[in-house]
């Protein structure tokens, strides 16, 4: 692939550092899953870090990123801190969401998270009603619609499609494609290409989902076409779903086979640092030590945090 966007050490870094985060905390969440201290359901995204990584690279605190179900892997990227991301899966008060929320209703306003919805294609107008905003108050910020390819199944995605290029709104979609609507293959519920029908309305690019370079290129060069007034611009990103659409358990779908290296979008990024000599095998050693740390810690922290009361519910 010809980058049209340059990559330095510190880039690198960020990525590596944000994909290792997300990657142990979604390992370690599995091997917690089964003690019930965690009572909300959880979608992990092992595998498709990237996707989100890639993105959230370009973008800022002051742009609304909106979520579907499977939200903690694009939060973490976006840069909610882990201590809260924990503590509202224990459900404890210091969460993020206070513990009403739960694994897939995420917010962190600080960091440009406004909230997240289960309902699948729930993320896709929220986003454009936010680029909507800007463009109305000249907020100068991006509204960011993520999502999976099974939302492309819903009127909204074609509705928002539409206002948006009507209204040649600062958004960017992003469909995060692993192929699969829970266990359902996408040749099984969509009659359409998702990239041949989004043309219809406005530019498109693809990315290797699994390859964070490219989805980091692909994202600066939608960015900042979006930035620049341009109008919204659709980001389409095939991936591969390591975990069941639900739970701590590997997918076993025959169909939907993984190859632990050749789609392992960590140990591509990891193979490029060491062999272009900006980061060395040592320092990827340390950085995976420093986040197992950071996850024992946040773990406690969860633990020692109080449990709502149903007077919080009056406040």
């Known amino acids: 692939m010809q980058r049209t966007h340059t990559i330095d050490r510190e880039a690198v870094l960020w990525?590596?550092?944000?994909?290792?985060?997300?990657?142990?905390?979604?390992?370690?969440?599995?091997?917690?899953?089964?003690?019930?201290?965690?009572?909300t359901p959880v979608h992990l995204c092992i595998g498709q870090e990237a996707v989100s990584v890639g993105l959230c690279r370009h973008l800022t605190d002051r742009d609304k990123l909106?979520?579907?179900?499977?939200?903690?892997?694009?939060?973490?990227?976006?840069?909610?801190?882990?201590?809260?991301?924990?503590?509202?899966?224990?459900?404890?008060?210091?969460g993020c969401s206070h513990a009403f929320g739960g694994s897939m209703h995420?917010?962190?306003?600080?960091?440009?998270?406004?909230?997240?919805?289960?309902?699948?294609g729930g993320s896709i107008a929220l986003g454009v009603g936010a680029a909507l905003a800007s463009s109305l108050t000249g907020g100068g910020f991006l509204g960011v619609s993520y999502f999976g390819d099974a939302a492309t199944n819903a009127g909204v995605f074609y509705e928002s499609l539409n206002f948006a290029a009507l209204r040649k709104l600062p958004v960017l979609f992003l469909c995060?494609?692993?192929?699969?609507?829970?266990?359902?293959?996408?040749s099984a519920h969509s009659?359409?290409?998702?990239?041949?029908?989004?043309?219809?309305?406005?530019?498109?690019?693809?990315?290797?989902?699994?390859?964070?370079?490219?989805?980091?290129?692909?994202?600066?060069?939608?960015?900042?076409?979006?930035?620049?007034?341009?109008?919204?611009?659709?980001?389409?990103?095939?991936?591969?779903?390591?975990?069941?659409h639900q739970g701590p358990d590997r997918c076993d779908l025959p169909e939907n086979a993984v190859d632990p290296a050749r789609?392992?979008?960590?140990?591509?990024?990891?193979?490029?640092?060491?062999?272009?000599?900006?980061v060395r095998a040592d320092e990827c050693a340390a950085i995976e030590r420093a986040i197992e740390?950071?996850?024992?810690?946040?773990?406690?922290?969860?633990?020692?945090?109080?449990?709502?009361?149903?007077?919080?519910l009056e406040a």
């Open 263 to 278: 789609d392992c979008p960590i140990v591509k990024l990891e193979a490029f640092a060491t062999r272009s000599g900006m």
């Open 176 to 186: 995060e494609d692993n192929g699969w609507s829970n266990v359902m293959p996408k």
């Open 106 to 120: 995420l917010i962190d306003t600080e960091h440009g998270l406004p909230g997240s919805s289960a309902i699948v």
């Open 191 to 244: 009659a359409h290409d998702i990239t041949s029908v989004a043309e219809r309305f406005l530019p498109v690019l693809q990315a290797d989902g699994t390859d964070v370079l490219s989805v980091f290129d692909r994202a600066g060069a939608a960015v900042q076409h979006v930035r620049a007034g341009n109008g919204p611009m659709l980001l389409h990103c095939r991936t591969k779903r390591w975990m069941k």
């Open 66 to 94: 909106f979520l579907g179900h499977r939200t903690h892997g694009p939060a973490l990227a976006k840069g909610l801190p882990l201590p809260k991301l924990m503590a509202e899966l224990y459900g404890r008060t210091s």
């Open 15 to 39: 990525m590596l550092r944000r994909m290792r985060l997300i990657r142990q905390t979604s390992e370690r969440i599995a091997k917690l899953y089964a003690t019930d201290v965690m009572e």
């Open 293 to 312: 740390a950071e996850i024992d810690a946040a773990i406690a922290f969860a633990e020692a945090s109080p449990f709502p009361t149903p007077e919080l």
